[in-house]
């Protein structure tokens, strides 16, 4: 599920509320900034915690490639994994 999903997805739903305001005289641009804004809002909530999650993660990550790379006869073990 993509930006494009969710987009679609909230417009849907959002579907009644798009009605109203284009019959209420908005226009079309007024709309579309609308369902924009919603977008950019969930893509941009999505990176944010995409990089705190990559960030917090890091040094777990490292933390088992350190400790692995330490011990002999790891690495012979898992060769035939690869």
């Keep these: 599920m993509g930006i494009y ?3 679609s997805y909230a417009v849907a739903q959002r579907t009644q ?3 109203n305001s284009h ?3 908005a226009r ?3 709309v579309l900034k609308l369902i924009l804004k919603g977008g ?3 893509a941009l ?4 915690l995409g990089i705190l999650g990559a960030f917090a993660t890091t040094g777990d990550v490292e933390l088992v490639v ?3 790379a330490n011990r002999r006869g790891d690495f012979a073990a898992m060769s035939h994994c690869y």
């Design 40 to 42: 950019m809002s969930l």
């Design 23 to 25: 019959g209420a005289g």
């Design 5 to 7: 999903g969710v987009t």
């Design 17 to 19: 509320e798009i009605r």
């Design 28 to 30: 079309m641009g007024d």
């Design 66 to 68: 350190r400790s692995g």
């Design 45 to 48: 909530i999505g990176a944010a």
